[in-house]
């Protein structure tokens, strides 16, 4: 099956092995959800700051395990939130979000559908 290396869907609910979740963007699909990423990007800080990580987990517990989980997020309105940019780093170094990105990620992104062959 020939998928296009433009193929992703936006905002959806996908279904992996391991449970349901929505995500931002599915690459190449939410069938075969290979590149998850998530967005999240406030002006305010406060408790939707905590929210992030419950909608992260839920992420991280559908996907399948060969998945990779990208989050792009602001830099700045974590500064008053240092402990759930903590729990945030901690999920990457258990490797449960591949990168955590407050810049720019097309490269990484790039190379991902490579090693996927999308």
């Given at each position: ?14 279904q ?32 939707k700051?905590?929210d ?5 987990d ?30 945030l ?30």
């Amino acid at each position: 099956m020939y998928v296009s290396p433009n193929s992703y869907e936006s905002r959806c609910t996908f279904q992996d092995i391991d449970g349901i979740a929505k995500c931002d963007f599915a690459i190449p699909n939410k069938e075969k959800s290979y590149i998850l990423i998530e967005v999240k990007g406030y002006g305010a800080t406060g408790p939707k700051m905590s929210d992030i990580i419950g909608d992260v987990d839920a992420i991280i517990n559908a996907k399948r395990s060969d998945a990779r989980l990208l989050l792009l997020t602001d830099g700045l309105t974590w500064k008053s939130r240092r402990n759930d940019l903590r729990k945030l780093i901690q999920r990457q170094n258990e490797g449960r979000i591949t990168r955590i990105y407050t810049k720019q990620f097309s490269s990484d992104l790039l190379t991902l559908k490579g090693e996927y062959g999308i």
